[in-house]
């Protein structure tokens, strides 16, 4: 399995601050930490009352760790904390994971308008 580097998690985190920015969300404390191995590329969690998200990159990945990838990935998990206001407001109503679902679908819709990539 491809490992993700120090420069990876740098460039990762660059990219990542770089979304934060465009999508405006200045207002979020972005914390990047990189640890052993989920099964996904990396992922976030947030607190919204103290406006703090954490995005945690993957020690190995399970496919090439490239510029592009890691800048698709910082996009994605970007947009989580762009989603959040309507996750929340979903989540009243509706079921954790057909919330991720859609979250997901919209996640994917952005990327590739933002970056023409899956």
């Not at 990047?32 to 607190?47: H, T, Y």
Request: charge should be negative; proline fraction near 3%.
């Amino acid at each position: 399995m491809p490992e993700v580097t120090a420069e990876h998690v740098k460039y990762f985190a660059e990219r990542c601050r770089y979304w934060q920015r465009e999508f405006g969300l200045t207002n979020w404390r972005l914390y990047v930490d990189q640890r052993g191995d989920e099964s996904d590329l990396a992922w976030a969690d947030g607190n919204d009352t103290a406006l703090i998200f954490t995005v945690i990159i993957s020690t190995e990945w399970n496919e090439p760790v490239t510029l592009e990838a890691l800048n698709a990935t910082a996009f994605h998990e970007i947009a989580h904390i762009l989603l959040r206001p309507l996750v929340e407001f979903a989540e009243a109503h509706n079921s954790a994971r057909d919330i991720e679902c859609v979250e997901h679908a919209i996640i994917h819709r952005l990327s590739m308008a933002a970056l023409g990539n899956a």
